[in-house]
Protein backbone atom coordinates (compact mmCIF):
# COMPACT_ATOMS: atom_id res chain seq x y z
CA UNK A 1 0.00 0.00 0.00
CA UNK A 2 2.65 2.28 1.22
CA UNK A 3 4.66 1.10 -2.23
CA UNK A 4 1.92 1.99 -4.45
CA UNK A 5 1.45 5.50 -2.81
CA UNK A 6 4.84 6.50 -3.01
CA UNK A 7 4.79 5.31 -6.67
CA UNK A 8 1.79 7.49 -7.35
CA UNK A 9 3.06 10.40 -5.41
CA UNK A 10 6.40 9.96 -7.72
CA UNK A 11 4.14 9.87 -11.15
CA UNK A 12 2.11 13.00 -9.92
CA UNK A 13 5.13 15.16 -9.19
CA UNK A 14 6.70 14.14 -12.49
CA UNK A 15 4.30 15.15 -14.87
CA UNK A 16 4.12 18.70 -12.95
CA UNK A 17 8.04 18.87 -13.11
CA UNK A 18 7.57 17.95 -17.03
CA UNK A 19 5.15 20.85 -17.56
CA UNK A 20 8.40 23.63 -18.00
CA UNK A 21 10.29 22.47 -21.33
CA UNK A 22 12.84 24.03 -22.37
CA UNK A 23 15.27 23.97 -25.78
CA UNK A 24 18.34 24.95 -27.10
CA UNK A 25 19.02 26.20 -30.62
CA UNK A 26 19.38 29.31 -33.29
CA UNK A 27 16.57 32.40 -33.13
CA UNK A 28 16.33 34.82 -35.79
CA UNK A 29 14.71 37.50 -36.42
CA UNK A 30 11.43 38.88 -38.68
CA UNK A 31 9.36 41.47 -38.87
CA UNK A 32 6.50 42.44 -41.18
CA UNK A 33 4.86 45.00 -40.60
CA UNK A 34 1.16 45.24 -40.49
CA UNK A 35 0.12 41.47 -41.93
CA UNK A 36 -1.60 39.32 -40.01
CA UNK A 37 0.28 36.47 -37.93
CA UNK A 38 -0.83 33.02 -37.87
CA UNK A 39 -2.62 33.58 -34.46
CA UNK A 40 -4.86 36.18 -36.47
CA UNK A 41 -3.58 39.44 -34.75
CA UNK A 42 -1.32 41.79 -36.90
CA UNK A 43 2.01 41.65 -36.97
CA UNK A 44 4.32 44.59 -35.42
CA UNK A 45 8.13 44.39 -34.76
CA UNK A 46 7.78 46.45 -31.59
CA UNK A 47 5.98 44.47 -29.70
CA UNK A 48 7.85 41.30 -27.72
CA UNK A 49 6.13 38.64 -29.54
CA UNK A 50 7.83 35.77 -31.54
CA UNK A 51 6.44 32.67 -33.69
CA UNK A 52 7.27 29.03 -32.67
CA UNK A 53 6.44 25.74 -34.23
CA UNK A 54 4.68 24.37 -31.79
CA UNK A 55 3.96 26.13 -28.06
CA UNK A 56 0.24 27.34 -27.82
CA UNK A 57 -0.49 30.58 -29.04
CA UNK A 58 -0.57 33.17 -25.86
CA UNK A 59 1.92 31.28 -24.43
CA UNK A 60 4.64 33.38 -22.46
CA UNK A 61 8.13 31.59 -22.69
CA UNK A 62 11.66 33.19 -21.95
CA UNK A 63 14.15 33.37 -24.07
CA UNK A 64 17.83 33.58 -23.24
CA UNK A 65 21.24 34.80 -25.36
CA UNK A 66 23.68 31.67 -24.75
CA UNK A 67 26.60 34.30 -25.53
CA UNK A 68 25.81 37.14 -23.30
CA UNK A 69 23.09 35.72 -20.85
CA UNK A 70 20.46 38.45 -21.56
CA UNK A 71 16.90 37.25 -20.83
CA UNK A 72 13.44 38.38 -22.70
CA UNK A 73 9.99 37.22 -22.51
CA UNK A 74 8.29 36.83 -25.38
CA UNK A 75 4.17 35.82 -26.23
CA UNK A 76 3.71 33.26 -29.16
CA UNK A 77 1.70 34.40 -31.50
CA UNK A 78 2.63 33.25 -34.36
CA UNK A 79 4.26 30.42 -36.46
CA UNK A 80 7.83 29.22 -37.80
CA UNK A 81 10.52 29.29 -38.06
CA UNK A 82 10.57 27.55 -41.20
CA UNK A 83 14.31 27.41 -41.79
CA UNK A 84 15.97 24.29 -40.72
CA UNK A 85 17.47 24.53 -37.17
CA UNK A 86 16.49 27.68 -36.01
CA UNK A 87 13.75 27.03 -33.20
CA UNK A 88 12.34 30.40 -32.86
CA UNK A 89 11.57 34.02 -35.05
CA UNK A 90 11.56 37.12 -32.37
CA UNK A 91 10.44 40.49 -33.28
CA UNK A 92 13.20 43.56 -33.79
CA UNK A 93 12.21 44.56 -30.50
CA UNK A 94 12.82 41.44 -28.64
CA UNK A 95 16.34 40.46 -30.60
CA UNK A 96 16.95 44.23 -29.52
CA UNK A 97 16.95 43.26 -25.89
CA UNK A 98 18.30 40.38 -26.05
CA UNK A 99 21.56 42.08 -27.95
CA UNK A 100 21.66 40.60 -31.27
CA UNK A 101 21.14 41.52 -34.82
CA UNK A 102 20.74 38.69 -37.27
CA UNK A 103 20.98 34.99 -35.77
CA UNK A 104 21.94 33.71 -31.87
CA UNK A 105 21.80 31.00 -29.72
CA UNK A 106 19.30 30.90 -27.19
CA UNK A 107 17.44 28.82 -24.62
CA UNK A 108 13.83 28.89 -24.81
CA UNK A 109 11.42 28.09 -21.66
CA UNK A 110 8.23 27.37 -22.15
CA UNK A 111 6.33 28.63 -18.26
Partial sequence: MIARSCVAACL?????????RAES???????????KTASGERSNPRA????????PFGSTVKVTNKNNG???YVR??????????????LTPAAAHLLGFNGLASVTVSSM
Avoid at 48 to 55: F, K, N, S, V
Avoid at 76 to 89: A, E, K, M, Q
Wanted: proline share 2%; net charge positive; glycine share 16%.
Fill in 48 to 55: LTAAHRTL
Fill in 70 to 72: RVV
Fill in 25 to 35: GIASIYAYDGG
Fill in 12 to 20: LCGSFAGAA
Fill in 76 to 89: INDRGPFTRGRIID
